[in-house]
T-cell receptor, first 114, second 115 residues
Framework: DGGITQSPKYLFRKEGQNVTLSCEQNLNHDAMYWYRQDPGQGLRLIYYSQIVNDFQKGDIAEGYSVSREKKESFPLTVTSAQKNPTAFYLC?????????????FGSGTRLTVV | AQTVTQSQPEMSVQEAETVTLSCTYDTSESNYYLFWYKQPPSRQMILVIRQEAYKQQNATENRFSVNFQKAAKSFSLKISDSQLGDTAMYFCAFNSQGGSEKLVFGKGTKLTVNP
């Protein structure tokens, strides 16, 4: 079955470390997105990509970086510059502009700074 | 910029009863899409229902229906015959027709269905 796979499910980071969250989809979707979820804040957009080798900053991109070298993959790196990285991270994909059927989401990664 | 407001942080309903979750949005566009997503305790986001702004008919999906009032920029979700499995966070979301197709989410309503 097609879907989005996020890994790991739980991730622990020490202060000053960079960590990378994986997101892979086999839906043949063009667009992919990273959201951060905090209690009472809803979902906030970090980065998105509408095509391979291209991506744009979302509303809270500071301290994060992404790459889109393959259509299927959109990894998110949480850098040491992100001051408060503890959160739940959701990856999503969609078929792209003009195909507005909403997003398909992964099951999320819970990142905790220790 | 578009904004989505959900004014009810928490709601509760008795099993088998009907509940309505509110959502308002702000946009200058004439055509767009609106969505309701459900996030149960598993945290998996699930699309509940979708509405295209140019369609006047309200969308329905089984026990879920919407009341779309374009002039008032209101998009409420009605859940009929509430079930324990409906307990979840519910997010309203807005998406413009063209452009970047970013979804803008409200902050969510936590719904609890009581037995």
């Amino acid at each position: 079955d097609g879907g989005i796979t996020q890994s790991p499910k739980y991730l622990f980071r020490k202060e000053g470390q960079n960590v990378t969250l994986s997101c892979e989809q086999n839906l043949n979707h063009d667009a992919m997105y990273w959201y951060r979820q905090d209690p009472g804040q809803g979902l906030r957009l970090i980065y998105y990509s509408q095509i391979v080798n291209d991506f744009q900053k979302g509303d809270i991109a500071e301290g994060y970086s992404v790459s889109r070298e393959k259509k299927e993959s959109f990894p998110l790196t949480v850098t040491s510059a992100q001051k408060n990285p503890t959160a739940f991270y959701l990856c999503a994909s969609s078929s792209g502009p003009g195909q507005n059927y909403g997003y398909t989401f992964g099951s999320g990664t819970r990142l905790t700074v220790v | 910029a578009q904004t989505v407001t959900q004014s009810q942080p928490e709601m509760s309903v008795q099993e088998a009863e009907t509940v309505t979750l509110s959502c308002t949005y702000d946009t200058s566009e004439s055509n767009y899409y609106l969505f309701w997503y459900k996030q149960p305790p598993s945290r998996q986001m699930i699309l509940v229902i979708r509405q295209e702004a140019y369609k006047q008919q309200n969308a329905t999906e089984n026990r879920f229906s919407v009341n779309f009032q374009k002039a008032a920029k209101s998009f409420s979700l009605k859940i009929s015959d509430s079930q324990l499995g409906d307990t979840a966070m519910y997010f309203c979301a807005f998406n413009s027709q063209g452009g970047s197709e970013k979804l803008v989410f409200g902050k969510g309503t936590k719904l609890t269905v009581n037995p």
